[in-house]
């Protein structure tokens, strides 16, 4: 099993650029989840989907928007890439109250 | 507003060393502590607790929750190189989405 997929590994963009992080996974699960992680922040909840056809926003949800396209896919959209949405992405699934099954991360810089 | 903090926020110590790492937390309807290592790229799990008092082992490392003092403790004894990474705390909650909030994590450096 590959467990949790995301892409691209590595981007650069410049500010207002748009990109889209893609993420599945092959467990089954039914949540699914989009991190951010900076430098003494720890992990950031930017937003979340608790079943197929629904999202909610996290705690950092600005400048973001997400798609949960069917159980497996769950994709997060920089619609004007900011300088300060430079950071490490990590999607993560997770079924029920078990533990979170993280990505391999997306590393993000804008310019 | 709920929260989870880690302390310290960096160590360095020798191999052969036993650190304890802290994690504590405030948070509305507790369900569960988890511990995830994290080297390089994502978090791996180490484990999960739901009981008070109840230690939970693997190997050198183990950790412990108190619910009534809210925190828990991560121990490593004889630690080896491989051992440097972010340590994280997160906490579950019994919310109507399955939500956990992180600390900002202990860095440990393992010197040989």
């Known amino acids: 099993n590959a467990g949790v997929t995301q892409t691209p590994k590595f981007q650069v963009l410049k500010t207002g650029q748009s990109m889209t992080l893609q993420c599945a996974q092959d467990?089954?699960?039914?949540?699914m989840y989009w991190y951010r992680q900076d430098p003494g922040m720890g992990l950031r909840l930017i937003y979340y989907?608790?079943?197929?056809?629904?999202?909610d926003k996290g705690e950092v949800p600005n400048g973001y928007n997400v798609s949960r396209l069917n159980k497996r896919e769950f994709s997060l959209r920089l619609e004007s890439a900011a300088p300060s949405q430079t950071s490490v992405y990590f999607c993560?699934?997770?079924?029920?109250?078990?533990?979170?099954?993280f990505g391999p991360g997306t590393r993000l810089t804008v310019t | 507003e709920d929260k989870v903090v880690q302390s310290p926020l960096s160590l360095v110590v020798h191999e052969g060393d036993t650190v304890t790492l802290n994690c504590s937390y405030e948070v509305t309807n507790f369900r569960s502590l988890l511990w995830y290592k994290q080297e390089k790229k994502a978090p791996t799990f180490l484990f999960m607790l739901t009981s008070s008092g109840i230690e939970k082992k693997s190997g050198r490392l183990s950790s412990i929750l108190d619910k009534k003092e809210l925190f828990s403790i991560l121990n490593i004894t004889a630690t080896q190189t491989g051992d440097s990474a972010i340590y994280l705390c997160a906490v579950s909650m019994n919310t109507g989405f399955q939500k956990l909030v992180f600390g900002t994590g202990t860095r440990l450096l393992v010197s040989p």
């Open positions: 989907s608790a079943s197929e056809g629904t999202t």
């Open positions: 467990m089954n699960h039914n949540s």
């Open positions: 993560a699934s997770r079924e029920g109250h078990g533990e979170q099954y």
